[in-house]
């Protein structure tokens, strides 16, 4: 069945050929079909009567038609990528593999910087980011800490503070006084004391 077809790709005769279809832009395999081609023609574009060769996960079967022959392309379509050079996320869209400037490697943070091949982590950009992070954490606690403090102490020093509001100034005092010793490279949060607007009403 070879050789129903002479040198300028017609037929011979008349003839059913199993044929092998590809897309004509990727050249994918996209599915074989049965086809009864006339004498003096010729089968249809973009289809081959050479079997493409056995699948295998990751791979694509595509046909070229300057070689005449399939190839096995990667097929990284619907996978994440990312740059290398900013960490920029994309979706693979196209078949073969991933080139630089992309990486299908993952990066572990938003730090992490391509060295050689691999993500590599700035740990001084990190811990420049979480100091910062962590002083901005710690103003944020210090000025809440300083609206419950405040009046409780004005109440102490021109009132009469009861028992149970001194309690709350004292307890946020020193909760005040742990957030201040926080360790910036690793910050372990006090917890917040108890809180109850009605504890520093002068009314």
């Known amino acids: 069945m070879g050789n129903i077809l002479n040198g300028e790709g017609l037929a011979t005769s008349n003839a059913e050929l199993q044929l092998y279809d590809y897309d004509p832009t990727t050249g994918e395999f996209n599915g074989e079909f049965l086809y009864k081609i006339p004498q003096w023609t010729g089968i249809p574009a973009h289809s081959t009567m050479t079997a493409p060769p056995e699948s295998k996960e990751g791979f694509t079967a595509c046909y070229s038609e300057k070689d005449q022959r399939w190839y096995l392309l990667e097929d990284h379509r619907g996978q994440k990528a990312w740059r290398v050079d900013n960490r920029a ?7 073969g593999p991933v080139t630089y400037p992309h990486t299908l490697l993952a990066p572990a943070t938003d730090f992490d910087e391509w060295v050689d091949g691999a993500w590599v982590t700035n740990t001084a ?38 028992p149970e509001q001194y309690a709350v100034l004292k307890a946020w005092i020193a909760y005040r006084l742990s957030v201040m010793a926080v360790n910036k490279k690793n910050p372990q949060w006090p917890d917040e004391p108890s809180f109850n607007p009605d504890d520093y009403k002068t009314e």
């Open 125 to 162: 950009a990190y811990e420049a980011f979480m100091a910062e992070k962590t002083n901005e954490e710690i103003l944020v606690r210090l000025r809440k800490a300083e609206t419950i403090i405040n009046p409780l102490k004005d109440v102490k020093e021109y009132g009469e503070i009861t």
């Open 89 to 95: 996320q994309i979706t693979v869209t196209s078949l």
